[in-house]
C-alpha cells in the first residue's frame, strides 16, 4: 500500500455525554438534524446543538448506522435494517456481507458501504440485494466509515490507538490520516457534509465532534 500522502492531529472540538444507562456507542450517523448513534438495544438521536438524548427507536443496534435521506440503516448481527425514523419501523432487511462480524456503515448513491472489522475490509453493497459490489482492503481494523462530498473516510481501532482515515475508493490507498489522541478510540463515523465528523467513542459512552480538513 502507498505511503501516506498527510497525517495530521485529529482536533476535537466537542464531546458529548457520556448519557446514564449508555456505556457503549456503536454506529453514528447524521440526518440533517439530529446524529443517531446505536446502542445495543436501541437508536439514539443526540441534538448537537443542546447535547440532549431527544429520541429513541426500539431497534437493535450493535454495529454501524447509516441515513439515506429518507431511512435509517442500522447493523444488527447478521443483517442490515432499514428502519423508517419517523415509526421506528423496520421496512426491509438484507444480509450484511460479513454475516456478524461488520462494523461501519454508510450510504453512498445508492449503495451502502459496511466495515468488516477483523478482516480489515469495506465492502460495498446493492441495498436492495445486499450483493457485493467491491471490496477494498485497509491495513487496520476497520470501525466507523462515511462518505462525504466525494470522499471516502473510515476509522480504525487497533493497539488502543484510532485514526481516521480519507481512502481511493477504488484501491484502498490512505490519502489523508487524522490521528485522534492517545486514549481516544473510535467506533463509528460520520460527517456532516459540512466541516465536522461525529465519532463514537466505543466503551467511553460518549460522542466526539471532530474538525475535517
Known amino acids: 500500500m502507498a505511503t501516506t500522502r498527510k497525517t495530521t492531529e485529529a482536533e476535537i472540538l466537542r464531546e458529548y455525554g457520556p448519557y446514564p444507562g449508555i456505556d457503549q456507542i456503536h454506529g453514528v450517523t447524521f440526518d440533517g438534524a439530529h446524529v443517531w448513534f446505536a446502542r445495543g438495544a436501541s437508536m439514539v438521536a443526540l441534538d448537537p ?12 443496534a450493535d454495529a454501524g448506522t447509516a441515513f439515506d435521506g429518507e431511512y435509517l440503516w442500522q447493523l444488527a448481527g447478521d443483517r442490515i435494517q432499514k428502519v423508517d425514523p419517523q415509526s421506528g419501523q423496520v421496512v426491509a432487511t438484507v444480509p450484511a456481507p460479513a454475516h456478524g462480524r461488520d462494523s461501519g456503515l454508510t450510504w453512498a448513491e445508492g449503495t451502502l ?13 446493492d441495498a436492495e440485494t445486499g450483493a457485493i459490489l467491491r471490496t477494498i482492503e485497509s491495513d487496520r481494523f476497520v470501525t466507523g466509515v462515511s462518505w462525504t462530498n466525494g470522499e471516502l473516510w473510515h476509522g480504525t481501532m487497533e493497539d488502543e490507538r484510532s485514526d481516521l482515515r480519507r481512502v481511493d475508493p477504488e484501491t484502498g490507498e490512505v490519502l489523508e490520516r487524522l490521528e485522534m489522541p492517545d486514549g481516544v478510540l473510535v467506533s463509528g463515523l460520520e460527517a456532516d457534509g459540512g466541516g465536522l465528523f461525529y465519532c463514537g467513542g466505543g ?11
Open 49 to 60: 446543538g443542546g447535547g440532549a438524548l431527544v429520541r429513541e427507536l426500539a431497534v437493535a
Open 113 to 125: 458501504w459496511v466495515g468488516e472489522y477483523r478482516a480489515r475490509k469495506i465492502h460495498q453493497i
Open 203 to 213: 466503551t467511553s459512552g460518549k460522542v466526539r465532534a471532530v474538525r475535517k480538513p
